[in-house]
Structure formats: structure tokens, C-alpha cells
């Protein structure tokens, strides 16, 4: 284990890879995010989830919205985490 650190610590292959995949995170799951929270919240839409008719898939349509918006917010944070990192 003491020799992966090492090679984590010293190895510029690795830095720049944690840097492409902090920046993978970060812009994939952040345009996502916007885009599902304006669309699933804020639009008047008939994806938006307070103007939702009840009945058929209402109730899970809300709950994955909220949920991949939670993901989607999860996955930005270790984006910026993993650039700041290095």
C-alpha cells in the first residue's frame, strides 16, 4: 500500500488524470444538474414537478428527480474536491 502512495504522490500521469476526471465530474454532472433543476423545478413545464397531474408515475417521477439532483450535486462536490486536491 505504501508503495501506491508514492507512486500516487510522485507520478505526474496521475495528477493530470485526478485533474481530467475532477474536470469530467465537474462539467458533465454540473450542466446536468442545471439543466435537470431548471427543467424539473423552475420551468413551467410539463417535466416540472410541482405542476405534475396526479396519479400514474407522479409520485416516482418526483423522487428520482430529487434524488438524481442529489447524485448530480454529490458527483460536482468530488469534482471540485478532486481539483483541489491536486
Known amino acids: 500500500m505504501a508503495h ?6 510522485s507520478s505526474p ?11 469530467l465530474l465537474l462539467v ?6 442545471l439543466i ?10 410539463p417535466d416540472n414537478v410541482f405542476r405534475l397531474a396526479q396519479g400514474g408515475g407522479a409520485l416516482q417521477f418526483r ?4 434524488l438524481l439532483m442529489i ?7 468530488i469534482g471540485v474536491k478532486t481539483l483541489r486536491e491536486n
Do not use: M
Not at 500521469?13 to 474536470?23: L, T
Not at 458533465?28 to 444538474?33: D, E, N, P
Not at 435537470?36 to 413545464?45: A, K, M, N
Not at 423522487?63 to 430529487?66: F, K, L, P, Q, W
Open 4 to 9: 501506491l502512495q508514492d507512486y500516487k504522490k
Open 13 to 23: 500521469d496521475v495528477n493530470r488524470n485526478n485533474k481530467i476526471a475532477g474536470w
Open 28 to 33: 458533465s454532472l454540473g450542466v446536468g444538474l
Open 36 to 45: 435537470g433543476t431548471y427543467e424539473h423545478f423552475l420551468s413551467p413545464s
Open 63 to 66: 423522487i428520482t428527480a430529487v
Open 71 to 77: 447524485l448530480e450535486g454529490l458527483g460536482c462536490w
